[in-house]
């Protein structure tokens, strides 16, 4: 029994830090490039585009809100507004939902700071939320995420929209917006790079351990 | 951390941190339809007050709630102190109890320092309790401090005035009885403010000049240049002695009068931890200027205990490999 709660501790570990020293990562392999990583985000723009109707003008059809979940979720839910704003002329709200407090491990890892919370204007009340995340490793963030959702109101559906899906589920949980599908081994770790806060975009795989 | 018993155990960048946590707790709360947070859920808190007070027991209350932990509130009229029960007793009761927090209010200086080195003492002595005791948090002990109150303080003026780093702060009236003004003046100063004091000398504690402050006499001399006045209230309750002639007398020479009140800058900011004495220690019409930020300190309040509970009771202090 000990074994597999150590490493998923491990891996939660892993999911838990956010924050790459962009050096480091070079010895990693890269999975997306710099202009991969911009590509990727347009494509998603254009599927949330065409999956949420969004710019039909309908009056029917749902406003779509984008929800980014610190750090890195909120700055592609940024990205995604902007093109989504470029290919449709419609800008969804966009806001940000530390899930710190909602998260079910406080107890069992470090003292963790808080990260910035705002909710969309106009709020989420019948409106379609999409999530915004960087990976979805175990499920374990959006689950957190969507506990946190239900105190902010009542949306009439929930989407999620992430940048690398690496697998490894331990929820029932799935993505309606994957940029890109990596298989990962569960000792791997999946780096991703923005410009906002590392200088550049990219996405890199590497043994956890690597160079650290 | 594992107790809050006086800001002299903080150091600038954790008190900047729960200050930012403080910060974020507010906006996480904001346009909510649901006011509750499930972060300490499980986790018991109970407020132990020997004292009276409005503002810090219902303000820690509400924190707790607002997280989610089962919050109990012990006073000294309603517990077993009241037929003579002692302070250990009674901590040590409700340890065995099974608090996670212990928030303390006691009239005696040092009265939470002391509950914490007696669950020390039985946490090395293993005395038949499994685990290490609650997290004490010192919620004014006499007249010595009261931290949570700086630190919302300090919030309080950070949003007025920005980073302290260089604003002068004035602390006006009864230091000497004034918990308040301890932990304001040794808090403040760490994170980088000038602070004076300006009270009668009667009304000025033993020691004083060891205090990272500057003593002054006069209250209109500096309150032009000053970026805060705090006022103090006089606490009559624990003064057993004549200290000032009259109270017509105080409020004429440390009174923060309409008169006063237009020596200082626009950009100045009035406190009072309250409960205000108003006509005496600050004027009516004062006390209701937007100048004052006396509703601001209570509602920072909230977030800011939030912060502190949640600094305590959530987060192991191993760091994960």
Redesign the interface.
Known sequence: MAVPEDRA?KSS?AE?SQRHDPDQVETGRELLSDSDVGRTIARMAHQIIEKTALDSGDPQVARVVLIGIPTRGTTLAHRLAGRIEEFSGVRPAIGSL?IT??RDD??????????????PEG?V?DALVVLVDDVLFSGRTVRSAL?GL????RPRAVQLAVLIDRGHRELPIRADYVGKNVPTARTEDISVLLREHDGRDGVYLRQEGDTQ | MKHLLSVTDLDRETAN?LL??AE??E??L?????K????LRGRTVMTVFFENSTRTRVSFEVAGKW?SADVINVSASSSSVSKGESLRDTALTLHAAGADALIVRHPASGAAHQIARWFNEMDEASSGYAGPGPAIINAGDGTHEHPTQALLDALTLRQRLGDLEGKRVVLVGDILHSRVARSNAFLLSTLGAEVVLVSPRTLLPVGVEAWPVRVSDSLDAELPGADAVMMLRVQAERMNGGFFPSAREYSIRYGLSERRMKMLDDHAVVLHPGPMLRGMEIGFSVADSPKAAVLQQVNNGVHMRMAVL??LL????????
């Open positions: 501790a570990a838990f530390d407090l909602y406080l107890r069992s890892k470090p003292h963790r700071p808080l990260e910035r919370t705002s909710v709020g009340e506990d239900r105190d902010l109101g | 941190g930012d946590e974020r707790f906006q996480a904001l346009g909510r339809e649901v509750k947070l499930p972060t997280m949640f600094r959530v987060g192991t202090d191993e760091v994960v490999a």
